[in-house]
């Protein structure tokens, strides 16, 4: 009988729902933009290797060892995405 009270009562209705709504609509977007900004970090770490080990598998006769070119590369690469 209260319920259906609340439910056909056209007084304040909006303000407490949205009152009690609102925190659960924030945290859904506050989480779905966390989960984008390391998604997008995973993306430009992956690149970076990717970079890094193509470009340490095509050193010719350079000075360096595979594995300091790929730290430099890597380096480098990674530097860029901040």
Do not use: C, E
Not at 13 to 26: H, R, S, T, V, Y
Not at 48 to 60: I, K, R, V
């Amino acid at each position: 009988m209260l319920l259906n009270r609340f439910w056909r009562s056209k007084s304040g209705n909006f303000a407490l729902l949205m009152g009690l709504g609102l925190p659960a609509i924030l945290s859904a977007v506050a989480f779905a933009t966390d989960v984008s900004t390391m998604m997008r970090a995973k993306s430009n770490l992956q690149n970076a290797l990717d970079a890094a080990n193509l470009a340490s598998s095509h050193l010719g006769d350079l000075d360096m060892t595979r594995t300091d070119a790929f730290d430099r590369y890597f380096q480098a690469n990674i530097a860029g995405h901040g």
